[in-house]
C-alpha cells in the first residue's frame, strides 16, 4: 500500500476532424490498460449523444461542450485516471480553459496535427463532402475556424507514420515530460 495510487493526468487531443484523434485514443487506451492503468476516453462525438446532446455546434456551444468534457477530465485525473480527452476543441480559450481546471501538472495540449488537404481526402465520417455538398454548415476546417494550438506540449503529425506509431512518439513524450 506504501505506493500509492499511480498518477492521474489529462492527454487533451485537438485537431481538425479526420486529423487522427479517437484513433490515437483507441491505441493508446491499449496501451495504458496493458500496463495496468485505469483509462477513460472522452470522445467528443460520444459525449454529444449524452452529457452534451442539448448543444449545437455554434461557438458558444463549442466551448461549453469544451467546458464539460474538461470538468469530467478534472475528476478522472484526480482520482488517478488517465484521461484521453479526444475533442476538436477548435478555440484556444476553450484549451487554456481545461488547462486552467484540471491544473497544468496533469495536462498535456497534443496537437494532433494533418494538413486539411490530407483531413478531406481521408475524410472518414463523409462530413467534409458533406460540407463542400453545403449540407453542413458548421464543419470545422470548412466554414467554421480551427484555432491552431501555439504553444501545445507535444505535436503529433499523423501524416508521417502509423497510429501504432504515433501512440509510440506520444508515449515517449509523455515520459519525457514526467507525467508517465
Ligand atoms: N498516424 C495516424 N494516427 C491516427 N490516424 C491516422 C494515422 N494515419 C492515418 N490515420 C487515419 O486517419 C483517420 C483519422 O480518423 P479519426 O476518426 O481518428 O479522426 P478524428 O480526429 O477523431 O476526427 P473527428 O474530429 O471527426 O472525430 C483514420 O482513418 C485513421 O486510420
Ligand atoms: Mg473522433
Known amino acids: 500500500m506504501s505506493e500509492g495510487k499511480p498518477k492521474g493526468f489529462t492527454i487533451w487531443m485537438t485537431g481538425l476532424p479526420g486529423s487522427g484523434k479517437s484513433t490515437l485514443a483507441g491505441v493508446l487506451r491499449k496501451r495504458f490498460e496493458d500496463s495496468g492503468r485505469f483509462v477513460e476516453i472522452l470522445d467528443g462525438d460520444e ?40 475533442l476538436i476543441s477548435p478555440y484556444k480559450t476553450s484549451r487554456d480553459g481545461a488547462r486552467e481546471l484540471i491544473g497544468k501538472d496533469k495536462f498535456a495540449e497534443v496537437y494532433v496535427k494533418a ?6 481526402k481521408r475524410d472518414p465520417k463523409g462530413l467534409y463532402a458533406k460540407a463542400r455538398r453545403g449540407e453542413i454548415t458548421n464543419m470545422t476546417g470548412i466554414q467554421d475556424p480551427y484555432e491552431i494550438p501555439a504553444a501545445p506540449d507535444v505535436t503529433i503529425d499523423t501524416e508521417k507514420g502509423t497510429p501504432e506509431e504515433s501512440a509510440d512518439l506520444l508515449i515517449d513524450e509523455l515520459e519525457t515530460l514526467g507525467f508517465l
Open 47 to 86: 459525449i454529444r449523444k449524452g452529457l452534451s446532446r442539448d448543444l449545437g455546434l455554434s461557438k458558444e456551444d463549442r466551448e461549453e461542450h469544451a467546458r464539460r468534457v474538461s470538468y469530467l477530465a478534472k475528476v478522472l485525473s484526480r482520482n488517478g485516471v488517465i484521461s484521453i480527452v479526444a
Open 115 to 120: 494538413s486539411l488537404l490530407t483531413c478531406e
